[in-house]
């Protein structure tokens, strides 16, 4: 005889203290902050949306035969008083979800290697600017080379010192 998991689905509005806090826990400031806000009446300004949960009341076996990326269950055993899905939907009885833990957790994993790697691009960029910088200084001191070897130097140097800025500055943005 299979003993199944028993749980109960919860729902709390992120408008109250409660709520925003473990919303927060759960998700994050900066997901919380990108919601949508109230607008309107004693609670203007604060987060629109509820917050819905699956709690494990009753330790089990979880029903469905493979993991089901659509409602969040797992397939196995399922932990009491454990919390195994998180969404915040915009109400109560609405199929559309704003965050999702699973969803939320990849795309943070994806931007967070897309934003490392164009770093490093960028880095990579910057020292070829500057290496291209420190030849024309180099060459600038030769009183060997001719003239045009010193008018091309000068020119990609100019341009080096312009990449140098600009990714820079992107940089700059890419950590904040």
């Excluded at 990108?34 to 300004?45: D, F, I, V």
């Excluded at 915009?90 to 994993?109: C, F, G, H, M, Q």
């Excluded at 010193?150 to 904040?176: D, W």
């Amino acid at each position: 005889m299979t003993n199944y998991a028993k749980t109960e689905n919860k729902v709390l509005w992120l408008k109250y203290d409660f709520g925003n806090e473990l919303a927060r826990k759960w998700f994050g400031d900066e997901a919380i902050d990108a919601l949508p806000t109230l607008t309107r009446g004693k609670n203007k300004g604060k987060p629109k949306g509820v917050l819905v949960w699956t709690k494990c009341t009753h330790g089990g076996w979880v029903k469905t035969g493979a993991y089901n990326w659509d409602v969040g269950q797992a397939t196995g055993y399922v932990m009491p008083k454990g919390c195994h899905f998180q969404q915040i939907k915009p109400e109560a009885y609405s199929d559309a979800a704003w965050l999702d833990t699973i969803d939320l957790l990849k795309n943070r994993a994806k931007k967070e290697e897309i934003v490392n790697k164009e770093r490093k691009e960028m880095e990579k960029e910057i020292a070829r600017a500057q290496n291209t910088i420190e030849c024309h200084l180099e060459l600038e001191k030769d009183e060997r080379a001719t003239d045009e070897l010193k008018k091309m130097y000068a020119k990609n140097a100019k341009e080096a010192e312009v990449i140098v800025r600009i990714y820079t500055e992107r940089l700059k943005g890419l950590n904040t």
